[in-house]
């Protein structure tokens, strides 16, 4: 298992919506998370920002990342959120939400 965490903005006057969003994610959506061998998925918010928490249970991330992209049903739902977002300018090449390093853990 890997923990990932990541960060994105939230655009100015989204936080209503996204958290309405959000709670009725789509069940296609949420089944393909699963899917793809992500557990534990949380999103939190702060002060215009959002952060990611989520735990990798797969073999292959970027290979279940791909399968997740390609999803119809996941497209439909990242158009969505897609324009509440705001990517980070120091992301890496190829990220919407930023990855974070991890600098503790304590089980």
Known sequence: MVRHGQVIRLREGMLDEYRRQHAAVWPEVAARIRDCNIRNYSIFHKD??????????????????????????TQQWWALMKPMQEPLPTREEGEWWAEMEEVFYQE
Do not use: Q, S, T
């Open 48 to 73: 215009g920002l959002l952060f990611a928490y989520f735990e990798y249970h797969g073999n292959d991330f970027a290979a279940d990342g791909a399968r997740m992209a390609a999803d119809p049903k």
